[in-house]
C-alpha cells in the first residue's frame, strides 16, 4: 500500500479484505514522520461489518469505510501520538485510550476527538494529564 504500510497489516483482521482508502494511509505515513520516523504498529485498520459489530465498534465505524486505524508507537505515550496526529493536516479524528496505550487515527471530514476509559468505552475528550504528554 504504501512505503511503510502493507495491505496485510492494514486488512480486517476478520475477512482480510482491505479497503482502506489511500488519504489513511497517506495519513499514516505523515503520522510516521511526525513521530521521528518511527514505526507505527497498527492494531487494527479496516474493519468488515461483522469484524466491527464482534469488537463492539460505532455501527457507523470510519474503520468500516476505511478512513480510520488505531494505532501505537512503543516508547510514546497515547498523549504525545495524539500531540504528533494533530500536527498532521489530514488528521480530523482521534479517539485517545491512555489505560491501554493506543491511538484512534481518521481523515473523516469533520474534526472529533473523544477518548476511552479504562474499560475501552468511548467517553467525553478530556486533556491529557501532565506525565502523559511528557
Known amino acids: 500500500m504504501s512505503e511503510h504500510f502493507t495491505s496485510r ?25 511526525a513521530v521521528g520516523n518511527q514505526p507505527i504498529i497498527v492494531h487494527d485498520a479496516y474493519r468488515c461489518v461483522k469484524h466491527n459489530a464482534e469488537v463492539g465498534g460505532a455501527p457507523h465505524s470510519e474503520h468500516v469505510a476505511g478512513l ?17 496526529a494533530w500536527t498532521v493536516p489530514a488528521i480530523h479524528g482521534t479517539g485517545r485510550g491512555d489505560a491501554q496505550n493506543y491511538l484512534h487515527i481518521d481523515v473523516r471530514n469533520v474534526v472529533s476527538r473523544w477518548c476511552y476509559d479504562t474499560t475501552g468505552k468511548q467517553v467525553e475528550y478530556y486533556p ?4 502523559e504528554a511528557a
Open 9 to 33: 497489516e492494514l486488512a480486517c483482521r476478520c475477512c482480510g479484505e482491505n479497503r482502506c482508502t489511500p488519504e489513511l494511509v497517506a495519513a499514516l505515513e505523515a503520522l510516521r514522520v
Open 128 to 131: 491529557p494529564h501532565e506525565t
Open 68 to 84: 480510520a486505524a488505531d494505532v501505537s508507537v512503543d516508547g510514546m505515550t497515547a498523549a504525545e501520538l495524539e500531540a504528533a
